[in-house]
């Protein structure tokens, strides 16, 4: 099983990205839970967004109205939609998933993850 993070690079403030998060021969991927973390230098790994496998989401405050979070089980893939981007949203971005699947996701003690994909926000 590897979880396969892609689609950072480089934006300008206010510009979007959008990253995918392939989950390559996990089986019963609907059961998983899904989510994003990302980390700055210096900082912290925390969970930026996630979605359990009722589709209940979650997003940390500095992003709510911004990203959107989604999944498409059927490609075994999952989305993190960031717009109106900001320089504090510069980090490696996560994605991991989880069996414990109904749980409330943020709280997760997330088993599998992928490698990092950079995102830079800068003018």
């Known amino acids: 099983v590897q979880l396969q993070a892609s689609g950072g690079g480089s934006v300008q403030p206010g510009g979007s990205l959008r990253l995918s998060c392939v989950a390559h021969g996990l089986e019963n991927y609907d059961y998983y839970a899904i989510a994003w973390y990302r980390q700055a230098p210096g900082r912290e790994r925390g969970v930026v967004s996630c979605i359990n496998n009722a589709d209940a989401t979650h997003y940390t405050d500095s992003v709510k109205g911004r990203f959107t979070i989604s999944r498409v089980n059927a490609r075994l893939t999952a989305y993190l939609q960031m717009n109106n981007l900001k320089t504090d949203d510069t980090a490696v971005y996560y994605c991991?998933?989880?069996?414990?699947?109904?749980?409330?996701?943020?709280?997760?003690?997330?088993?599998?993850w992928g490698q990092g994909t950079q995102v830079t926000v800068s003018s």
């Open positions: 991991a998933a989880d069996s414990r699947g109904r749980s409330y996701c943020p709280f997760i003690p997330y088993g599998l």
